[in-house]
């Protein structure tokens, strides 16, 4: 529920100009909490007595808390408050959220939305009409290809990557320290250039920055690492070590926050709940596929399993340079127009006497096709 709500809230409130910085802090927030989480279970794990894992466990219920608190002093955004036909409360949402008292254009403007998202009755359905299929294709995709980047194969595992690379006892809390360090100061680089720079420039960039690093772990683990070694020499480890770095930088700035951004704002309205939900699902059911197929994939595939991730590291950044449009600085309403109906594939499917029957209310008319956001 986390996961699906907050990537919508940020979206919906943010203006367009820092919209993916502002959204990108959710995910930021998410690192520092996993870094922490677990430095809190190295230093509980040596707690003897069976009370160890009771008091990681308890501990959790603090951040929860801060959770609850939180929610509870979270307003609704405009768009939500609009569509559940509290008018007045979302004038005034819009007003605080925009700094100025001339919001009527965008305030209409979200009320011709939130009639147009009502005539919906069944958003899953309407999610795979033609007009709204390259942004479930895009967001599938994305979840997808987060997960083949092989960072959780990484993260989860650090430890054990570490150790053969001869930290020994250390390798636990080297690899937390180190890799969730990166994480975080990444995340934040993410924050300051993803409105500049925009989303695509990130992706490709961190797709060139990943493969690399994934292929030349895989040369040396090849060549250095042996199925009868013990460890390996300390400055090839030390460079491993950094080329693992390298890889987490380039997904914390790109992939991970970007997975999360994108689906986020490029979903409609009338679809946009359905299409987060669908964009968890995805993720969530891939993280557990990688998670469970990795340790056997390594004792298979080796050094090759770099090299596994590393094509599809490929793969995806080719889906990027085709696929995926610029969506920085636009706002949210205006995605069909600006970004969908310029691309020289998706434009396609934005017909507008493609889609599915929106029925109408009042007389009873219906309208046949997909209207725009706005």
């Not at 808390?65 to 609704?76: E, K, P, R, S, T």
């Not at 919906?120 to 390259?134: D, E, G």
Request: charged letters at 15%; proline letters at 3%; aromatic letters at 12%.
């Amino acid at each position: 529920m986390f996961l699906q709500a907050v990537p919508l809230l940020l979206s919906e409130i943010a203006p367009a100009r820092i919209r993916g910085g502002l959204s990108i802090l959710f995910q930021l927030n998410v690192t520092i909490g996993i870094w922490f989480a677990n430095l809190v279970n190295y230093g509980t794990g040596n707690i003897g007595g069976g009370w160890g894992w009771r008091l990681s466990l308890g501990l959790a219920g603090i951040p929860a808390g801060l959770v609850i608190i939180g929610a509870l002093m979270v307003v609704d955004t405009p768009n939500s408050l609009i569509e559940r036909g509290k008018l007045e409360e979302g004038r005034a949402v819009l007003r605080k959220i925009g700094g100025t008292d001339y919001i009527e254009p965008e305030f209409l403007e979200l009320v011709e939305v939130s009639r147009v998202a009502k005539l919906v009755k069944h958003p899953f359905r309407n999610l795979i009409m033609r007009r709204n299929r390259p942004q479930l294709i895009i967001a599938v995709a994305l979840q997808i290809f987060q997960q083949f980047t092989g960072i959780n194969a990484i993260v989860f595992y650090a430890p054990v990557l570490f150790n053969t690379l001869g930290f020994g006892s250390d390798a636990t809390l080297y690899s937390t320290i180190i890799t969730g360090a990166v994480n975080v100061l990444s995340t934040i680089v993410s924050i300051y250039t993803v409105d500049k720079l925009g989303r695509r420039v990130l992706l490709l960039e961190a797709g060139v920055q990943m493969f690399l690093a994934q292929v030349i772990i895989a040369i040396i683990l090849g060549i250095k690492v042996k199925d009868h070694s013990d460890d390996l020499q300390k400055g090839f480890a030390i460079f491993v070590v950094i080329m693992v770095c390298t890889f987490v930088s380039a997904f914390a700035w790109s992939w991970g926050p970007l997975g999360w951004l994108i689906p986020s704002e490029t979903f409609p309205l009338e679809t946009r709940s359905a299409g987060q939900s669908v964009t968890v699902c995805v993720n969530l059911l891939f993280t557990f596929v990688i998670a469970q197929a990795f340790l056997s994939m390594l004792c298979h595939f080796k050094y090759g399993l770099f090299l596994f991730f590393s094509g599809w590291v490929f793969i995806m950044s080719i889906f990027v340079w085709f696929l995926v449009p610029e969506t920085k600085n636009i706002p949210i309403e205006e995605m069909t127009e600006r970004v969908w109906k310029q691309h020289w594939l998706w434009k396609r499917f934005m017909d507008d006497n493609v889609g599915g029957d929106i029925a109408m209310s009042g007389n009873g008319a219906t309208k046949n096709g997909h209207v725009n956001g706005a």
